[in-house]
């Protein structure tokens, strides 16, 4: 056995306070950064320790990437390429820019994985039940229903990402990528930062939020509102605790209209081209891959309904948090089911922050 006399083990545990006190150190200081994009907010927060940038000149960074990318695929923006693209009915090619390539290109694969539940093609329907950039929430009658159904399937566009070109296989395909974008933006403004030498970071757009490494009080928490639209972010249902993971939450508690005493949200499903109607109530997915896969997911699994969802989410490992009203209950209740892999990402020793 070696021992380590008492003369020796002081210089030692002054030695590893010092290691530690000059790695947090190294952090710096924690800067908060707030604008708006993408028709709702932005938080950015990250340590300048490594940073050689002022705050001031990341914002401006921040600023110019996000706009970029809703010059690309905004469709509340009539000059955007998106834009241009919906408006063409002829079927010839159409030049696009990087990050439109890269998330029509992973919505296309996940709409063939999804068999359709996810599809970027879906803006008609979305638009015709007055969730887009323009028409009037109302419930549509079935021959326009139909009509628009024949304008939605992700086979209906072509890609090609040699030439990054895109083109519509039928007059009147509409591309939306809302549900994918936003976490794109996310994954987008991280890899900026760390481009800038950033290491510890929490970005959140719109509620959709990834993190790197931690804050010095420990690991990054995200709380997860009870979807109740009575009572929007009074009720967390769930904390979780981040760390190298992106959370997008998807629900129908937010966006919806009523109409004779119905409720449509604005999720449609595919099959039918109408609002989804499920016990389902919200759904929020982890990834370590980073958020564009957990905003789409999310919406994915809010457009097959709560059972092939879960059966979707434990065929392929995913980790997610469901949130359905309780049928057996009069008054508004919430039940949660986590996936197994979900429970492996929150072990007690995650839980304790250790």
């Not at 907010?41 to 110019?64: C, H, R």
């Not at 097959?304 to 980790?319: D, F, S, T, V």
């Amino acid at each position: 056995m070696n021992i380590i006399s008492l003369h020796k083990l002081k210089p030692l545990l002054l030695m590893g306070l010092f290691l530690f006190f000059s790695s947090c150190s190294k952090q710096g200081k924690l800067i908060h950064l707030k604008g708006r994009t993408m028709g709702t907010t932005y938080n950015v927060k990250y340590y300048d320790g490594p940073v050689k940038l002022k705050p001031a000149e990341i914002s401006k960074l921040i600023d110019k990437k996000l706009e970029d990318v809703n010059r690309q695929m905004s469709t509340y923006i009539r000059s955007s390429q998106i834009s241009f693209f919906n408006s063409q009915d002829r079927q010839g090619w159409v030049k696009i820019d990087s990050d439109f390539l890269k998330v029509l290109d992973y919505s296309l694969e996940l709409a063939k994985k999804t068999e359709g539940a996810f599809d970027p093609t879906i803006g008609p329907l979305v638009n015709l039940w007055g969730f887009g950039p323009e028409g009037k929430r109302k419930v549509p009658s079935k021959e326009q229903i139909e009509g628009a159904l024949l304008k939605v399937g992700y086979d209906k566009v072509e890609l090609k990402k040699s030439s990054s070109e895109v083109r519509k296989l039928k007059p009147g395909v509409y591309l939306d990528l809302s549900a994918s974008a936003k976490g794109y933006g996310v994954d987008a403004v991280v890899e900026l930062l760390k481009k800038n030498k950033a290491r510890d970071m929490m970005v959140e757009i719109g509620g959709e939020v990834r993190t790197a490494g931690k804050k010095k009080e420990g690991s990054w928490k995200i709380g997860i509102s009870t979807p109740d639209p009575k009572n929007l972010g009074s009720d967390i249902q769930k904390i979780l605790i981040l760390k190298d993971l992106a959370v997008a939450t998807s629900g129908n508690y937010r966006n919806f209209f009523k109409e004779d005493g119905k409720k449509y949200s604005h999720t449609i499903d595919f099959r039918t081209g109408k609002p989804v109607g499920d016990s389902l109530a919200s759904v929020s997915v982890l990834s370590k891959e980073g958020c564009m896969q957990a905003d789409a997911l999310a919406t994915a699994f809010m457009a097959m309904g709560r059972e092939k969802a879960l059966k979707y989410a434990k065929e392929h490992a995913i980790a997610a948090l469901f949130i359905f009203q309780d049928p057996s209950q009069k008054a508004l209740k919430f039940v949660n089911k986590e996936t197994e892999a979900f429970k492996n990402l929150f072990s007690i020793k995650t839980q304790k922050g250790k």
